[in-house]
């Protein structure tokens, strides 16, 4: 194997054994994901994604959404400008938990309600309108792929990232730094922030 190969098993490797529930539960619930804190990062992440897909310059007919793992709310906003999307990851679990969602099936391993009440907020509609998204993002997802990138993921430092999208022929269009407060670097990563970026090829 070269090192692009290793690099890959390596993370193959690391996702072994991977729980989607417990990934969901870690990440999606309080204090990661709180509808009542607006410093949350869920909802930071949420309203980048609402600004993107609604400046207006972005449409097309497919959205593909690579690594999807076994969430949703990233594509609550494009799927209102899509007319069709496509999940993606290289885990079969984090396929199946989708799918049970798009199938409505009572097992999900998490209630998506709150997460559609809230994109629908971010669209000046009402709360009440979740279960018309639920049934837009239903219908327009046509399928769950999987999908392994062949490449090492992206740098992840801001600096590296700015100079290879540039490298890659992207146009910056909007950077957007989330800084995570003290008392929510309570996990079990080294996670301090997150970054958005939004580009367009040339
Ligand atoms: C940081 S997680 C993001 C998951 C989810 N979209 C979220 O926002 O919480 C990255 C996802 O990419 C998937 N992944 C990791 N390496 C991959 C690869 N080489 N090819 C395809 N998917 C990969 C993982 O299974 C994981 O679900």
């Given at each position: ?11 193959a ?18 204090p ?8 949350s ?13 609604t ?9 593909v ?41 009572e ?5 998506w ?18 279960t ?10 046509s ?8 490449q090492?993921w ?23 730094v ?5 008392d929510?670097r ?17």
């Amino acid at each position: 194997m070269d090192g692009k190969e290793d690099g890959v098993a390596a993370m193959a490797a690391t996702y072994q054994g991977f729980d989607p529930a417990a990934y969901l539960q870690y990440n999606y619930t309080p204090p990661g994901a709180d509808f009542e804190n607006k410093d949350s990062v869920l909802l930071w992440k949420m309203g980048c994604l609402h600004r993107a897909f609604t400046e207006g310059d972005v449409s097309g007919e497919l959205l593909v959404d690579i690594g999807s793992g076994s969430t949703l709310y990233q594509v609550m906003s494009g799927c209102e400008i899509f007319n069709k999307v496509i999940l993606t990851d290289f885990l079969e679990v984090n396929q199946q938990e989708l799918k049970r969602w798009l199938r409505n099936a009572e097992d999900s391993a998490l209630d998506w309600t709150p997460f559609l009440k809230h994109a629908c907020m971010l669209e000046g509609r009402q709360p009440s309108a979740w279960t018309e998204k639920a049934a837009r993002l239903r219908s327009v997802v046509s399928d769950v792929l999987y999908v392994e990138r062949a490449q090492p993921w992206p740098p992840h430092r801001l600096a590296q990232v700015c100079a290879s999208l540039k490298k890659m022929g992207f146009t910056l269009i909007r950077l957007e730094v989330y800084t995570l407060p003290q008392d929510m670097r309570v996990g079990v990563d080294d996670v301090s922030g997150v970054f958005f970026a939004k580009a367009m090829k040339d």
